[in-house]
Structure formats: structure tokens, C-alpha cells
């Protein structure tokens, strides 16, 4: 069973950091574009950082400079380090692999698109 399960999320005071952490788990053999989406109460759900499998990132404008997006290909890991974080920030942070490709029991492959994470609180305030 393939599975995505974010980690590092938590309460942080205006102007400090913390380190996100997505973990894939499962018979993968590959996972392409990689991201961090977030959700704030009472809004729509927005792209924070993408990452390609040759690890090419982009960034929204609200956390340019601030956030910092990396990837481990060997343990189908992604980070996202936060810095300078702002009660803006404040949201449940989601991972997201937009292309999966499964190893099957007979040897070929198996594509699985748009696979989430269940999420990370992440709040700051004082």
C-alpha cells in the first residue's frame, strides 16, 4: 500500500523555523513532480513548492526566499524548510506526488496520479 506521511509540523513563534519532511512509502519505482500545498481555515487549498525528479523547484510568491524546497530521490523523501515564517504561514501543510509508477508482482508498472498526504498542522503565533 503506497503511502505519503508528512511529519515535522508544529506550534512556532513569528519569525522562527521548522522543517517539513514527506515520506513515500510502498512498491515505488519512481515518483516525478513532488509538492508541499497548504490550507488555511476558510480558504482554498494553494501550491507553496514544487520539486521535479531532477530537482528543479518553484515557489509561490508568498514564501520566496523564506521557504526552501529539497528532495531525496534514494528514500522518495522531500523537505521543505521554513524560515522567517509568518502567522500567514499558518495552515495544514500537504504533500502531494503528481505521478507515482508501482512495481507490480508480475514485474511491469503501474502509473497512480495525484497522490496526497493527510497533512501537518502547521501554526505560528505568539
Known amino acids: 500500500q503506497v503511502q505519503l506521511v508528512e511529519s515535522g509540523g508544529g506550534l512556532v513563534q513569528p519569525g522562527g523555523s521548522l522543517r517539513l519532511s514527506c515520506a513515500a512509502s510502498?512498491?515505488?519505482?519512481?515518483?516525478?513532480?513532488m509538492a508541499w500545498y497548504r490550507q488555511a481555515p476558510g480558504k482554498q487549498r494553494e501550491l507553496v513548492s514544487s520539486?521535479?525528479?531532477?530537482?528543479?523547484?518553484t515557489y509561490a510568491d508568498a514564501v520566496k526566499g523564506r521557504f526552501t524546497i529539497s528532495r531525496d530521490n534514494a528514500k522518495n523523501t522531500i523537505f521543505l524548510r521554513m524560515t522567517n515564517l509568518k502567522p500567514a504561514d499558518t495552515a495544514v501543510y500537504y504533500c502531494?506526488?503528481?505521478?507515482?509508477?508501482?512495481?507490480?508482482?508480475?514485474?511491469?508498472?503501474?502509473?497512480?496520479?495525484?497522490?496526497w498526504g493527510q497533512g501537518t498542522q502547521v501554526t505560528v503565533s505568539s
Open positions: 510502498g512498491n515505488i519505482f519512481s515518483i516525478d513532480t
Open positions: 520539486i521535479t525528479s531532477d530537482e528543479s523547484p
Open positions: 502531494n506526488a503528481d505521478r507515482m509508477l508501482l512495481k507490480t508482482d508480475l514485474g511491469t508498472f503501474s502509473p497512480l496520479y495525484d497522490y
